[in-house]
């Protein structure tokens, strides 16, 4: 198990308690404007320590979580949910999810239509 350490970047924080797949994802996540710490646009390279809030928007949902342990490494999920409060308000109900374009197997490339319709969908 990792050991509780000082201030931690917050990308890396995102990152090792598997908020989001990948570092550099986190990073950019940042450098969108994605994450807040304590209300605070945050930088990838702010430093998070316990007691923070930190707010990930990603994939149409906001994660609210209150840092309770910085850790630098990626740690498996049991020990990663211990090292933060999950604030996060219930995902939204699958009826009220965007709706996807399903194709039948062996239709083959879509048309030129088709391809609108799926990008009018998706929202494009």
């Given at each position: 198990m990792a050991e509780d350490e000082g201030p931690v970047r917050v990308d890396s924080w995102i990152w090792s308690?598997?908020?989001l797949k990948t570092r550099s994802m986190a990073s950019a996540a940042?450098?969108?404007g994605h994450v807040r710490v304590n209300e605070e646009r945050a930088k990838p390279a702010q430093t998070v320590k316990p007691g923070d809030e930190v707010r990930l928007r990603y994939d149409g949902r906001e994660r609210v979580v209150v840092v309770s342990r910085p850790i630098r490494k990626r740690v498996g999920?049991?020990?990663a949910a211990q090292c933060y409060v999950d604030h996060s308000p219930p995902p939204?109900?699958?009826e009220f999810a965007a709706p996807t374009a399903l194709r039948d197997r062996g239709t083959g490339r879509p048309t030129k239509r088709d391809r609108r319709e799926i990008e009018r969908l998706r929202g494009s």
């Open positions: 308690v598997r908020l940042c450098r969108a999920a049991e020990i939204p109900p699958r």
